[in-house]
């Protein structure tokens, strides 16, 4: 077992690097306990029984509020608005495990003491449906960094085949997009990626966000997955993440 410190959580907010404002990040995940207690056998009834319920996630971020940054307008504009990409990592490295899911925010407090430095907390919730599987555990495919030319970017990671039953998933975070950007993840059966395939598509992006792929049904036999930008006008930073549900 190895444990961490944690010094480093990312968060990736649609289009926003949340990661250096924040100092505290939960990320509660819960089934909803259904009580299916019921009379009897006689004598035998000695506590209640449940079974789970709905997914429910949410993220809770709490750090240090800045009024010349682009913390205050992300947050702000996103309250109670259309859903958004929020991914979460220990440490937002290629290969690290990522949790992913749309969410709608719900509540955004700011300021703070007298004397003391403004505080903020945002809470966003999850939003199942329409092809959205609540929170999705995966993997960074492209931690958040410019790209300046076509082809393969970050690494390739091996999430593992796709059962019959279960989506293949994968978001797309556009922090500056440049001018446009397209970019496809691919799959292929080793990570020299010999005969890749093209199982989802982002873009042409041309304004800063979060991006959720169309999920794609098993079964998938490959198991080795990457991200490729096959069109690119101008510089952007981007991350990917994808996983298996």
């Known amino acids: 077992m190895t444990t961490f410190a944690t010094n480093n959580i990312t968060t990736w907010f649609g289009g926003y690097d949340m990661t250096t404002d924040i100092s505290q990040t939960t990320m509660p995940l819960e089934r909803e306990p259904l009580d299916s207690t019921t009379f009897g056998p006689v004598g035998q009834r000695r506590a209640r029984s449940r079974k789970a319920g709905l997914e429910d996630a949410s993220s809770q971020v709490a750090g240090f509020w800045q009024a010349d940054e682009g913390l205050d307008e992300a947050v702000f504009d996103a309250l109670g608005s259309a859903m958004q990409v929020i991914t979460h990592s220990h440490d937002g490295a290629e290969g690290s495990p990522a949790y992913f899911y ?58 593992g085949p796709v059962a019959s039953g279960q989506h293949l998933y994968a978001a797309l975070h556009a922090t500056d997009p440049g001018t446009t950007v397209t970019a496809v993840l691919e799959s292929d059966d080793a990570d020299t990626f010999g005969s890749p395939t093209t199982r989802a598509t982002f873009g042409p992006i041309t304004v800063a966000g979060g991006y959720w792929a169309t999920r794609v049904a098993g079964p998938i036999a490959d198991t080795w997955y990457r991200l490729r930008v096959t069109a690119l006008t101008g510089t952007a930073s981007i991350a990917c993440v994808a996983g298996i549900k």
Not at 130 to 137: C, I, S
């Open 102 to 159: 749309r969410a709608k925010a719900f509540s955004y407090q700011l300021f703070g003491p007298v004397g003391q430095l403004a505080p903020f907390s945002l809470t966003a919730q999850g939003a199942k449906g329409n092809g959205v599987a609540g929170v999705v555990r995966g993997a960074v495919l492209k931690t958040l960094s410019a790209v300046n030319a076509t082809g393969a970017t970050g690494t390739p990671v091996e999430l």
